[in-house]
């Protein structure tokens, strides 16, 4: 059965456009077969939950799950000239996965959904006289990251070979490398996330997202044909020195557990590796040419980019990184977008991918 919107959101305002838009977009995320989680429900089990702003302010939202995609929304009367600095502060102090900013009068003067993710990226759907239409675009973006599967568990194996303790000549141009990405300036920080939340938050979110803390990209480079070196997740990029602690070994992927296998010295105590480890984990697996890999959160001109912009860590996104690796003439020498958020580069060593890319690097991400 079709659901069919009712109303036209252009001669709706406030609090009414608010309530339109979320029972409408409640009423086809069911109809799709997607279970939806109320506010107050305590559950085991993942779902979405669409969470309006009270008319309060925005609240943050507790969730015991991290398998629960909360989605936080709010109306706004007009198009806001800096849409992130309007909408990501509304999705760091909501807790939420996901903000949607419900705009009175878009670009064009019609109402306009505003997407806001973690990853600092936005985008918006505009309405373009069809509310059945609107609606269901609005949900064809929303889905895919509500349901992507993260891998961000990590399985720490206390067998890391004796004389890898110290590194090897491949974690030494792990190290260079990280100086080369530091010299790069490309933090994006314009809105850090320690400025929008009390220290109980901020500690909250970081191990709700299993964030070590912000960082500008990561590095890896190949060890053999099923081990590959990987920069640590939060890591001050220009320091990747401690083996274990800066720079991990990562062995496999375990699939039922959705956790990277990383082996470790023994009496090391070992940070997280980075999220984009599962990512890294199926290029190397599929491309033996494929040597190095560096992801930044920049840009470059004429390249290829993923069409929804899942978040970091996930399967999903791992997924379509890879198959657009794998359209490349030369998967070994590959530059990919990932939309609203960076690059991921292959390339056969660390060397000689900052040699390639050199004076092509644009700081600024495009947003779409």
Not at 61 to 84: K, Q, S
Not at 259 to 271: E, G, H, K, W, Y
Not at 323 to 342: K, T
Request: charged letters at 25%; proline letters at 7%; hydrophobic letters at 40%.
């Amino acid at each position: 059965m079709t659901h069919s919107v009712s109303s036209d959101p252009q001669s709706l305002a406030g609090e009414e456009l608010l309530s339109w838009f979320v029972t409408h977009l409640r009423a086809e995320i069911d109809r799709r077969g997607y279970r939806l989680v109320e506010k107050d429900e305590q559950t085991d089990e993942g779902g979405i939950v669409l969470y309006p702003v009270a008319p309060g302010g925005p609240r943050s939202f507790r969730r015991r799950n991290r398998a629960v995609f909360v989605v936080g929304i709010d109306d706004a009367e007009t198009f806001p000239e800096e849409p992130l600095k309007a909408g990501y502060p509304m999705l760091l102090r909501t807790l939420a996965n996901l903000f949607i900013m419900i705009c009175e009068k878009g670009r064009l003067g019609s109402p306009e959904a505003y997407f806001f993710t973690l990853e600092q990226g936005y985008y918006a759907i505009p309405y373009q006289g069809d509310p059945d239409a609107f609606i269901s675009q609005v949900v064809d973006r929303l889905v895919p990251l509500a349901t992507s599967q993260l891998i961000i568990e990590n399985d720490f194996v206390p067998d890391l070979p004796e004389d890898l303790w110290n590194g090897d000549e491949i974690t030494a141009s792990i190290t260079r490398a990280g100086k080369h990405l530091d010299d790069l300036d490309l933090l994006p920080s314009p809105f850090p996330l320690e400025d929008y939340f009390s220290p109980e938050d901020f500690r909250h979110v970081k191990n709700l997202f299993q964030m070590g803390g912000l960082s500008y990209g990561n590095l890896s480079a190949r060890k053999d044909a099923t081990r590959f070196w990987m920069s640590a997740s939060g890591v001050d990029k220009s320091k990747l020195i401690e083996i274990g602690r800066d720079i991990l070994l990562v062995t496999d992927y375990i699939p039922e557990r959705r956790a990277m296998r990383l082996s470790v010295a023994p009496d090391v105590q070992p940070r997280r590796v980075s999220v984009d480890a599962i990512e890294h984990w199926m290029i190397y697996r599929e491309h033996p040419s494929v040597g190095a890999i560096l992801h930044v959160h920049a840009w470059m001109n004429g390249i290829k980019s993923t069409h929804i912009n899942y978040p970091c860590g996930t399967f999903e996104l791992a997924e379509t990184v890879a198959d657009l690796v794998r359209q490349e003439p030369d998967p070994g020498h590959a530059v990919i977008g990932l939309r609203n958020h960076g690059l991921t580069i292959t390339g056969e060593s660390l060397d000689e991918i900052f040699a390639r890319i050199s004076g092509k690097i644009l700081r600024q991400v495009p947003m779409s």
